[in-house]
DNA sequence: TTATTTACTGAACACTGTTTAGTAATCTTG
DNA sequence: CAAGATTACTAAACAGTGTTCAGTAAATAA
C-alpha cells in the first residue's frame, strides 16, 4: 500500500505537495473532473488530509488563482524593457492571449469562473492583488502611450477597461472553442490561430490609427 | 395516422415540459446546481424518464443553449429598421452585453463554457446554427458599415472578430464580476453600469474615429 | 510513566449522472 | 375475446463526488 510506503520518507511542506499535485491535476484534466480523491491519491495521503490545509476544493482552486496572476505579472514584467509603451502594449496583448492558450486552465480559473460570492468579499484585497497589479501595468501603459499621441481625448481607465475587454474577449473565445467553430463554419481561415492572430493584429492596427 | 400524430404531440410535450423545468432550475441555481433528479423531481416523473427524451445532461444544456441563441437573434432582428449600419452596430453592442447582464446563466451557457468536445464534433452544425445566424448579422452590418466608408482598409471578417471579442470581453468580465472588482479597487466610478456604459463607449468612439 | 497533543485515516453521509431490469398499461393481432 | 408485443415509465443499483468525524498510532510534554 502507498500510504505504508509513504510513512518510511520524510515529511517537508505538505501543504505545497498538495497544491503542485492539484495543480497538474487540474491543469491535466480540468478543474471539475479533478476529485480531491484524485489529487490524495497522486500524494498516497488519504482525502481527509488535504482537509486539515484547505478548507475545501474552492480553497485549493484560490491558492492556484493567485499562483496563476503571478506568473502572469512575471511575463508582463520581462516586457518592462520594451522602451515604446505602444509596443509594449502590443507585447503585453500577444502576452496575455498567449498565457490564456498555454494554461487554458489557469486563464479559466482566473478570468472566467465566476467568483463564489463569500471568498469575493472575505478575501477582496487578498486574491485579487495580483490581479489588480496587472490591470496597474496596464493602465500606466496607456497612459504613457498618450503621452506620445496615442488614444487622443479617451479617459485612460476607459481605455484601458475596453483594452482589457477586448483581449480578454478574444483569450475567452479562443479558449472555448467557440472562435474556431466559427472560423470553421463562416470563414476559409487555416486554423485557429491564424484567426486569433488576425483579431489581435486588427486591434492593434486599429488602436494604431488612433494616434 | 391521428393517433400516432396525439402520440408525438404527447411525447413532444413531456420533452417541452422537460425543458421548461430544466431552464428554471438552471437560471435559478446554475447548471452545475442542478441535478438530473432536482428536473425530475419539479415535473414529478423519475430522473431516468428524462434519458428516454434526452441522450444526457448535456443535451438538456444544448437544447437550451439553442432557445438561448433564439432569443438573442430575435433581439438582434428588431434593429433591423435602424437604418444607418454604425448607429445599428452599436445598438447590437447595447443588446448583446444587455442581454448577457439581464440572462448571466444563459449567457454562461452560450458564450462563456467550453463546449464538451463530442457534442462540438457531432452536433457542430447543428447547435449553432442560431450563433452563426448572430454572427452574419454582425458580418453583414460590418459590411454596410465599410459602403459607408468605415473601417476603411479592414478586412470584415477580422474586423467582426475583433468587435465580437470587444463585446464578449465586456459581457464576461461584467458578469463574472471581475470588472465590478476592480472598478472598485482602481476607480473611483460610481457603480457597475456606469463602468460598462463608459468601457462600451469608449469602443464605439474608437471605431467612429475609424471613419 | 502517564497525559496530551499532533498527524493522519477509514468509513460514513448525502449527494451526483447514468444504466438496467422490471412493471404495469395500452395496442396489435390471431 | 385472449395472447403477445409495444409503450411509458420507474425503483434500484453502480460508481463516482465533496465533506465530516470518530478513532488511532506516534510523538511530545509533564
Redesign the interface.
Known amino acids: 500500500m502507498g500510504i505504508e510506503d509513504r510513512k518510511q520518507r520524510h515529511k517537508d511542506d505538505l501543504k505545497e505537495t498538495i497544491l503542485r499535485a492539484a495543480k497538474e491535476l487540474f491543469l491535466e484534466k480540468g478543474y471539475?473532473a479533478t476529485s480531491m480523491r484524485n489529487i490524495a491519491e497522486k500524494i498516497e495521503y488519504s482525502a481527509a488530509t488535504i482537509y486539515l490545509h484547505f478548507k475545501d476544493k474552492n480553497e485549493v482552486f484560490y491558492a492556484l488563482h493567485k499562483e496563476g496572476f503571478r506568473m502572469l505579472v512575471t511575463e508582463f514584467r520581462t516586457l518592462e524593457n520594451v522602451s515604446d509603451p505602444f509596443e509594449r502594449l502590443k507585447a503585453m496583448g500577444h502576452v496575455y492571449v498567449n498565457f490564456a492558450v498555454e494554461n487554458p486552465d489557469f486563464y479559466?480559473l482566473m478570468?472566467?469562473?465566476?467568483?463564489p460570492l463569500e471568498v469575493?468579499k472575505l478575501d477582496?484585497?487578498l486574491c485579487?492583488d495580483e490581479?489588480?497589479d496587472a490591470?496597474?501595468v496596464l493602465?500606466e501603459t496607456v497612459i504613457e502611450c498618450q503621452k506620445l499621441g496615442y488614444f487622443k481625448g479617451?479617459?485612460p481607465?476607459?481605455?484601458s477597461?475596453?483594452v482589457?475587454?477586448?483581449?480578454?474577449?478574444?483569450a475567452?473565445?479562443r479558449?472555448?472553442?467557440?472562435?474556431d467553430?466559427?472560423r470553421?463554419?463562416?470563414?476559409q481561415?487555416a486554423d485557429i490561430n491564424v484567426?486569433t492572430k488576425?483579431?489581435m493584429?486588427?486591434?492593434m492596427?486599429?488602436?494604431e490609427?488612433?494616434k
Not at 478570468?111 to 467568483?115: E, G, K, L, S, T
Not at 482589457?164 to 478574444?170: D, E, K, Q
Not at 479558449?175 to 472562435?179: E, R
Not at 470553421?184 to 470563414?187: A, L, S, Y
Open positions: 471539475e479559466q478570468f472566467v469562473m465566476a467568483q469575493l477582496l484585497t485579487w490581479g489588480d490591470f496597474r493602465l479617451f479617459e481607465n476607459g481605455f477597461f475596453m482589457w475587454s477586448t483581449v480578454h474577449g478574444l475567452s473565445l479558449t472555448s472553442g467557440h472562435l467553430h466559427v470553421q463554419v463562416k470563414t481561415m484567426v488576425h483579431t493584429d486588427t486591434f492596427s486599429m488602436m490609427q488612433l
